[in-house]
């Protein structure tokens, strides 16, 4: 059965899933990437992009992600459009890597950004990595250079982290420095194994 040994990681936006992640897999989790399969799928896909949103978000056959992302982030409709045309092919490939997964018999995170949003996996314990909405916006702006309004347009597509807090299994407090983090993924590392014992 798919997901029996399966941990949904997610979070909010700039809330620091990757540093997470990194240190999750020095302990030893194996991890599958939805967002990485969401961009393979973008690209594999490229041409049904082009035909739902036009030809201007391609670039050399692939999906130009940033020019799409200030489409859809701003139009609602067009982004329901592309999740209901990407989310089943994302879900049938982490269904996939899953079931091999679930053979070793030992719990592996699943990366889901929208996990919560849109109850699609059937993963009975979740890790969120934790900011406040205020770290959120700062780390946007500075990373990815947006303004306040862009930024604060990707954090409001999300459900609000306090929520998403509220509902997860574990919670990775990302909102001090790297050696906090540190402790909480070891923490939440030695939680996690003990509620598969």
Do not use: W
Request: one cysteine or more; a negative charge; charged letters at 25%.
């Amino acid at each position: 059965m798919a997901f029996e040994y399966a941990i949904a990681l997610t979070g909010g936006i700039a809330t620091g899933k990757s540093s997470a992640t990194a240190m999750l897999m020095l302990y030893g989790f194996k991890f599958i990437d939805a967002d990485k399969i969401a961009h393979a799928m973008l690209d594999t896909h490229a041409s049904s992009i082009g035909a739902m949103f036009g030809q201007e978000y391609l670039d050399n056959g692939k999906v130009n992600r940033k020019k799409l992302g200030g489409l859809i982030f701003a139009n609602s409709e067009q982004k329901k459009q592309l999740e209901a045309f990407l989310h089943p092919l994302i879900f049938a490939e982490i269904e996939t890597q899953a079931i091999k997964q679930d053979k070793f018999q030992k719990p592996y995170i699943i990366d889901i950004p929208l996990f919560f949003e849109t109850s699609r996996y059937p993963i009975t314990r979740s890790i969120v990595v934790y900011a406040t909405k205020a770290q959120q916006l700062e780390r946007l702006m500075k990373r990815e250079g947006y303004d306040e309004n862009e930024a604060t347009q990707r954090i409001e597509a999300q459900m609000n982290i306090e929520e998403k807090k509220s509902k997860a299994n574990f919670v990775i407090d990302n909102s001090k420095d790297i050696k906090h983090l540190q402790y909480e993924c070891e923490r939440v590392k030695e939680e996690v194994l003990q509620s598969f014992d």
